[in-house]
């Protein structure tokens, strides 16, 4: 199967009780230091509070909801929101997320306002970070707070962790999967606990998950490296601990230790579909492992009239690759063969903000970052180890200003910069250097929000955001297909969006219309095939020559039709365009999406949940001779929660209810009809002394 499991290293890493944390406020019910909810605040950017008249539009998905529609991962919770896309990186296997047309690079992942991500490439594998220590997740769009730091161009994704508010939180759940074909196909557990004494708490989190494979539609008719049934090479497993302890006093002052762990390893199935010239691969990663380190604190200044936050962090990311020569996964001979590709990069750095409150309306926050990325690279077992080193830094400064008691308006502006410290060039086993390279941006925002009527908000702004080119767009000569350009410019977007919010009674509605332009995009560009050294027809190199406009609408309404009846329905559209070479395909992302979800509790302790989704096709080349059709999912779950067994609840049902034969990328097939139970379990325990 290719899996191997490292229990003994998670259970062991289990004993850290580590902590969590990062800067700023709560969301618009409750102020920066409320510790009655389970958010944990250290770990907030977006300011949101009633506390000060900044306002940076975000939407959210709650740990209530990851929970209901059974988003086992980070890739699947944050698809739950409008303009949200999940993608599937063909033969790599990879998760990422697309937001209004952005990709991953252009839309970074923060945990608890820490940033994660692969420092070579800027991407990460959003289905190797589970949801079990997650109390939100915060989705900033196109006027995504500037506070973030660098490369927030389409927006930017907050992970925010678990704080307990209670003397004692204890909560284990247990999950089994099986498919069509028949078998165990996927195991996860996960086990937390948790509490918090006086000024003191303390919480960690440790979740196992682990997978056979998972099986094929039965309408998939085999293909010359897939038979059907269940998926070949499609085995995975993960392991993920996630700690922390934090101390409070003076109030409103807190400081916060955390830890995060994930051990990952995945096989990657070739590729089943039927388009000609695509030349299977038969991928293994033997590891996919990443750690964090993070120090948050808080405190008041000024007789609170101000609130400095710092933050610093060290993050590591390994993994391993090998490419066999065929589907026996026993030889490296052919070519395109390799054993041991491994990747060994780092990232500390640090960032500090402070939120000085003029007066009830007027509030200014300054935000600094700085830190530095680390890419060793062994493209094969006994090559020479390759180093990049990356350093880059930004300061931003956001002021609200509350004109009258139902307008506020919040311009910001930002300066980041990035310095290529070293950057390796192998080649025939010698080692030379690519000369150092340097770029800068100028980042501006405004917003502007309206109370309206006593129930509807407006809000409105433009933004211009750049993104910096990752390492890999830098110096990778794509083995072998392209000329490296270490003078890359950044990319830049100017974002528009307006939108009206209501909340009405049983009903509220979120309306956006957005617009997106794109300039110096970097995109292939032909050069003469004599300049690579691999055997093919052509021969690109990356440059700032691209022009991309992203717009379109998102819709969501959520109903209480009645005190049994939740609806919660959902529409994005979303028109993409290459300006500078129309005949293009813009890749990955649909044109419409559209979601539904019923929840009904018709006895005490049984509710059934009901979800169907639909999404049009995606482009998977550019000529548009691939694409993945267009499909519906059903999924539907039924929970019950027996009164005389306190916080036990069984949950069985069944994902893809139809059997839909679907892809997110042409010939890279989804899992077919699966069936699902759970037994879960939680206790929170309560005293006098309690801050409930």
């Known amino acids: 199967m290719g899996i191997q499991t490292r229990r003994a290293a998670a259970a062991g890493g289990l004993g850290l009780l580590v902590l969590a944390g990062q800067p700023a406020t709560a969301d618009d019910s409750s102020s920066e230091a409320d510790t009655a909810a389970p958010v944990f605040s250290l770990g907030v950017v977006e300011v949101r509070g009633a506390r000060s008249p900044i306002v940076t539009p975000a939407e959210s998905v709650s740990a209530e909801a990851i929970q209901t529609w059974h988003r086992d991962d980070l890739s699947e919770a944050i698809s739950l929101l409008p303009g949200v896309h999940l993608q599937n990186v063909g033969q790599r296997r990879e998760r990422l997320i697309a937001v209004r047309g952005y990709s991953s690079r252009q839309v970074p992942l923060f945990i608890d306002g820490v940033p994660v991500y692969v420092p070579y490439d800027g991407n990460v594998d959003f289905s190797r970070f589970g949801v079990d220590y997650v109390s939100e997740i915060v989705v900033g769009k196109g006027l995504a707070s500037l506070l973030y730091g660098p490369n927030v161009l389409g927006g930017a994704i907050n992970v925010i962790s678990r704080k307990p508010v209670a003397p004692l939180e204890i909560s284990a759940a247990s999950q089994f999967e099986q498919g069509e ?82 051990d990952g390893q995945k096989d990657s199935p070739p590729y089943a579909g039927r388009a000609p010239g695509v030349q299977a691969r038969f991928w293994r990663w033997p590891y996919w492992d990443k750690q964090s380190f993070y120090l948050s604190t808080r405190n008041g200044l000024f007789g609170n009239q101000a609130t400095l936050r710092t933050r610093v962090y060290y993050d590591t990311f390994r993994n391993s690759l090998s490419s066999y020569d065929n589907a026996s996964y026993s030889s490296f001979t052919r070519p395109f063969a390799f054993q041991g590709s491994a990747y060994s990069d780092y990232t500390y750095g640090g960032n500090a903000d402070l939120e000085w409150r003029w007066n009830p309306d007027h509030a200014t926050r300054v935000a600094i970052h700085g830190k530095q990325d680390v890419h060793r690279e062994r493209d094969a077992v006994g090559l020479p180890q390759e180093r990049y080193e990356d350093l880059s830094g930004a300061i931003a400064i956001e002021h609200g200003w509350r004109l009258t008691e139902r307008v506020t308006i919040t311009p910001s502006y930002g300066y980041s910069v990035q310095r290529g410290l070293r950057a390796d060039n192998v080649s025939n086993g010698s080692t030379t250097r690519f000369p150092p390279g340097r770029a800068d941006a100028q980042n501006a925002q405004m917003v502007l929000d309206i109370a309206a009527t006593a129930t509807g908000r407006l809000t409105a702004g433009f933004s211009r955001k750049t993104r910096f080119p990752t390492i890999k767009d830098r110096y990778s000569f794509r083995l072998g297909s392209a000329i490296p350009n270490a003078q890359l410019a950044p990319e830049s977007a100017w974002n528009y969006e307006f939108g009206w919010h209501e909340r009405r009674g049983r009903w509220e509605l979120d309306a956006m219309l957005f617009q997106s332009d794109l300039d110096n995009a970097i995109e292939n560009v032909t050069i003469p095939a004599g300049q690579c050294s691999a055997p093919n027809p052509t021969c690109f190199q990356l440059q700032n020559v691209g022009e991309q406009r992203n717009r379109g609408a998102e819709l969501a309404l959520g109903w209480q039709w009645f005190d049994a009846l939740k609806i919660d329905a959902q529409a994005t559209l979303l028109d993409r365009d290459n300006r500078s070479r129309p005949e293009l ?19 005490a302790g049984v509710t059934g949940k009901f979800e169907a989704q639909y999404e049009t096709r995606r482009w998977s080349t550019t000529d548009g ?33 139809a059997d839909q034969k679907y892809a997110y990328q042409e010939g890279f097939f989804e899992p077919g009809r699966t069936w699902l139970l759970q037994l879960d379990w939680r206790l929170a325990s309560r005293s006098a002394g309690s801050r409930q």
Do not use: C, M
């Open 181 to 262: 074909a028949g078998g165990t196909l996927a195991s996860r557990a996960t086990a937390s606990v948790g509490g918090r004494h006086g000024s003191w708490y303390a919480h960690a989190t440790y979740s196992y998950f682990e997978s056979g494979g998972y099986a094929l539609p039965d309408s998939f008719k085999p293909t010359a490296n897939e038979d059907g049934g269940r998926r070949e090479n499609s085995g995975s497993g993960d392991q993920t601990i996630a700690a922390k302890v934090g101390y409070t006093y003076r109030d409103d002052d807190e400081i916060a230790l955390a830890y995060y762990r994930q």
């Open 625 to 657: 001779a691939r694409y993945a059709n267009g499909y519906t999912l059903l999924n539907s779950f039924v929970r019950y929660a027996p009164g005389l067994v306190p916080g036990l609840g069984i949950e069985a049902g069944v994902r893809n209810l």
């Open 585 to 603: 395909r813009q890749l990955d992302t649909p044109e419409q999406k559209y979601r539904l979800g019923l929840r009904w509790t018709p006895l």
